[in-house]
Protein backbone atom coordinates (compact mmCIF):
# COMPACT_ATOMS: atom_id res chain seq x y z
CA UNK A 1 0.00 0.00 0.00
CA UNK A 2 1.23 3.85 -0.65
CA UNK A 3 1.30 6.12 2.02
CA UNK A 4 -0.48 8.97 2.08
CA UNK A 5 0.44 12.03 3.67
CA UNK A 6 -0.76 12.29 7.84
CA UNK A 7 0.35 8.44 7.72
CA UNK A 8 -3.12 6.78 5.75
CA UNK A 9 -2.31 4.29 2.98
CA UNK A 10 -4.03 4.12 -0.27
CA UNK A 11 -4.96 1.36 -2.49
CA UNK A 12 -2.30 1.58 -5.40
CA UNK A 13 -4.43 1.86 -7.82
CA UNK A 14 -6.02 5.17 -6.32
CA UNK A 15 -2.77 6.45 -6.30
CA UNK A 16 -2.34 5.67 -9.69
CA UNK A 17 -5.71 7.34 -10.65
CA UNK A 18 -4.50 10.50 -8.21
CA UNK A 19 -1.36 10.91 -10.64
CA UNK A 20 -3.17 10.29 -13.82
CA UNK A 21 -5.96 13.27 -12.70
CA UNK A 22 -3.53 15.32 -11.87
CA UNK A 23 -1.20 14.89 -15.00
CA UNK A 24 -4.35 15.88 -17.01
CA UNK A 25 -5.11 19.23 -15.06
CA UNK A 26 -1.56 20.01 -15.66
CA UNK A 27 -2.05 19.91 -19.53
CA UNK A 28 -5.50 21.34 -19.52
CA UNK A 29 -4.29 24.64 -17.61
CA UNK A 30 -1.39 24.31 -20.05
CA UNK A 31 -3.85 24.07 -22.86
CA UNK A 32 -5.85 26.76 -21.62
CA UNK A 33 -2.92 28.88 -21.39
CA UNK A 34 -2.16 28.48 -24.94
CA UNK A 35 -6.02 29.03 -26.39
CA UNK A 36 -6.19 32.79 -24.06
CA UNK A 37 -2.58 33.57 -25.53
CA UNK A 38 -3.65 32.06 -29.24
CA UNK A 39 -6.82 34.15 -28.93
CA UNK A 40 -5.57 37.48 -27.84
CA UNK A 41 -3.71 37.35 -31.45
CA UNK A 42 -6.67 37.15 -33.29
CA UNK A 43 -6.30 40.47 -34.49
CA UNK A 44 -3.48 39.76 -35.89
CA UNK A 45 -3.46 36.55 -38.28
CA UNK A 46 0.20 37.21 -39.56
CA UNK A 47 1.66 36.75 -36.69
CA UNK A 48 -0.44 33.67 -35.04
CA UNK A 49 0.50 32.48 -38.81
CA UNK A 50 4.52 33.59 -38.31
CA UNK A 51 4.09 31.47 -34.75
CA UNK A 52 2.12 28.50 -36.41
CA UNK A 53 4.94 28.42 -39.19
CA UNK A 54 7.44 27.74 -36.47
CA UNK A 55 5.82 25.17 -35.11
CA UNK A 56 5.38 23.09 -38.57
CA UNK A 57 8.77 23.76 -39.77
CA UNK A 58 9.55 21.93 -36.71
CA UNK A 59 7.46 19.17 -37.09
CA UNK A 60 8.28 18.67 -41.22
CA UNK A 61 12.11 18.59 -40.36
CA UNK A 62 11.07 15.51 -38.77
CA UNK A 63 11.30 16.08 -35.04
CA UNK A 64 9.24 14.59 -32.87
CA UNK A 65 6.98 17.39 -31.12
CA UNK A 66 5.90 17.62 -27.43
CA UNK A 67 3.10 17.00 -25.78
CA UNK A 68 3.15 21.53 -25.52
CA UNK A 69 4.21 21.74 -29.03
CA UNK A 70 1.10 19.93 -29.81
CA UNK A 71 -1.11 21.16 -27.55
CA UNK A 72 0.20 24.98 -28.68
CA UNK A 73 -0.04 23.61 -32.70
CA UNK A 74 -3.62 23.18 -31.97
CA UNK A 75 -4.36 26.45 -30.41
CA UNK A 76 -2.57 28.63 -32.81
CA UNK A 77 -4.34 26.56 -35.52
CA UNK A 78 -7.81 27.16 -33.83
CA UNK A 79 -6.90 30.59 -33.74
CA UNK A 80 -5.80 31.47 -37.11
CA UNK A 81 -9.15 29.76 -38.70
CA UNK A 82 -10.98 32.04 -35.98
CA UNK A 83 -9.17 35.09 -36.94
CA UNK A 84 -9.51 34.27 -40.95
CA UNK A 85 -13.06 34.28 -40.26
CA UNK A 86 -13.21 37.56 -38.78
CA UNK A 87 -11.65 38.75 -41.15
CA UNK A 88 -13.68 37.40 -43.67
CA UNK A 89 -16.62 38.63 -41.81
CA UNK A 90 -15.44 42.09 -41.30
CA UNK A 91 -14.91 42.16 -45.24
CA UNK A 92 -18.73 41.12 -45.85
CA UNK A 93 -20.12 43.98 -43.68
CA UNK A 94 -17.75 46.47 -45.81
CA UNK A 95 -18.98 45.46 -48.71
CA UNK A 96 -23.05 45.76 -47.20
CA UNK A 97 -24.82 48.07 -45.29
CA UNK A 98 -26.46 47.57 -42.79
CA UNK A 99 -28.64 50.63 -43.69
CA UNK A 100 -29.89 49.25 -46.89
CA UNK A 101 -32.65 46.88 -47.83
CA UNK A 102 -33.56 43.89 -45.62
CA UNK A 103 -32.48 41.73 -48.98
CA UNK A 104 -28.74 42.68 -48.71
CA UNK A 105 -28.49 42.05 -45.28
CA UNK A 106 -29.92 38.25 -46.03
CA UNK A 107 -27.25 38.37 -48.38
CA UNK A 108 -24.64 38.43 -45.43
CA UNK A 109 -26.41 35.32 -44.37
CA UNK A 110 -25.14 33.36 -47.64
CA UNK A 111 -21.55 35.28 -47.61
CA UNK A 112 -20.21 31.63 -47.09
CA UNK A 113 -19.95 32.45 -43.27
Same mark, same amino acid.
Do not use: W
Given at each position: ?12 ? *? ?38 ? *??? *???? *? ?52
Amino acid at each position: MVKKKGGREINPA *DAFRKTQRAKEIARNKKERKFQRDAFALKAQPDQIRDELA *DVL *DKEQ *DGQVLSQTLRLKKRALQSAYDAALKKKKVSSCYRLHSFTCEPSLQLSLVFCGL
